[in-house]
């Protein structure tokens, strides 16, 4: 079966209320078995516009990473992003 992912590209304007965002949304990812494989780190945009922020997490299943974007313990965490930036996420499926 294959893996499925979240892919975020973000734009941060509020460092402390992203950290706040940042941490609830990671005990989400955690009860979700998901597991960070890029959070962060350098970039160099080679095409296209890119974001400064970049993050990739990694699930046993599409059906899981659609599970822990949609859940009530995310919503939560993103209650908390409001008026801290803007991001683009996406649920994708990896190959097999």
Do not use: C
């Not at 890029?38 to 400064?52: I, K, L, M, P, Y």
């Not at 859940?71 to 008026?83: D, I």
């Amino acid at each position: 079966m294959p893996k499925g992912y979240v892919i975020a590209r973000a734009i941060v304007t509020n460092p402390m209320a992203w950290s706040e965002y940042a941490a609830k949304a990671g005990e989400a990812m955690k009860k979700y078995g998901g597991m960070p494989i890029v959070r962060g780190g350098r970039t160099e945009v080679t095409e296209g516009e890119g974001r400064a922020r970049n993050v990739v997490i990694e699930f046993a299943s599409f059906d899981a990473a659609r599970a822990y974007a949609h859940s009530p313990e995310y919503a939560a965490a993103r209650a908390l992003r409001q008026g801290a930036g803007v991001i683009d996420i996406v649920v994708v499926e990896g190959s097999a």
